[in-house]
């Protein structure tokens, strides 16, 4: 027969269980943090639901989630997350559904969808591969205030553009106007090349993104 002093601890045992399960079912509902847990680069927190290591190396899921962090809040300071990205566990399962996530050289893109977006979320974020991400990095090199893709020779502006890889003369004109209107002409025509390419293993949001891709003077 059971003592009452024992009766008494257990009931007590189970009151305080269900009082955490209720509290971590609140912290579910509204998103926030689970208590006592620590801030993964001041920014994230991981639940504990998926590893964050697999012998001993951290896993693959993991990694993207801590880079994307580290991205904000060292590298792009003025880039902002959503607060379901902040949790692991959501970001692993979102990653779990999504077309491209775990293919070689793809990488998570937070502007295509929306070109000059700052945040980080599912809703602007999509796995696009490293060839394409590439192609659509903006890059200052050695043009100076000329536009993208013109250097100056000799009095004359020259258009080039990099076609898979090699950068490829399109001509020379004799105004830095004329020679970006033949170079945007020429990457916006490579961009839907590459959007074909890769029709059958990107999001189609990712397709119609790059058909519809607009080269700026000032990318």
């Given amino acids: 027969m059971l003592d009452h002093d024992f009766i008494k601890r257990l009931k007590n045992r189970e ?33 504990g639901k998926y590893p964050a290591k697999l ?13 994307m962090l580290h991205r904000i809040s060292v590298i792009y300071t003025d880039c902002t997350i959503s607060e379901n990205f902040k949790s692991f566990s959501y970001f692993y399962e979102w990653c779990e559904k999504q077309i491209g996530f775990g293919l070689p050289n793809y990488e998570l893109d937070k502007d295509l969808l929306i070109k000059g977006n700052k945040l980080y979320s599912e809703e602007t974020c999509v796995f696009i591969p490293k060839e394409l991400n590439v192609l659509l990095t903006k890059r200052q090199n050695d043009r100076g205030s000329l536009p993208v893709g013109i250097t100056e020779q000799k009095g004359r502006y020259r258009a080039r553009c990099n076609i898979y890889g090699v950068r490829k ?26 959007a074909h390419k890769y029709k059958d293993s990107i999001d189609i949001r990712v397709f119609n993104a790059l058909i519809k891709y607009k080269v700026d003077i000032g990318d």
């Fill in 55 to 67: 012998d001993g190396k951290s896993t693959f899921q993991y990694n993207l989630w801590l880079n």
């Fill in 169 to 194: 003369h399109i001509g020379y004109f004799d105004t830095p106007e004329l020679a970006f209107e033949a170079y945007k002409l020429a990457k916006e025509n490579h961009i839907k090349d590459i």
């Fill in 15 to 47: 009151h305080i269980s269900n009082m955490l399960e209720e509290v971590l079912g609140i912290c579910k509902k509204y998103k926030l943090e689970k208590p006592t847990m620590q801030l993964v680069q001041g920014i994230g927190y991981n639940d």
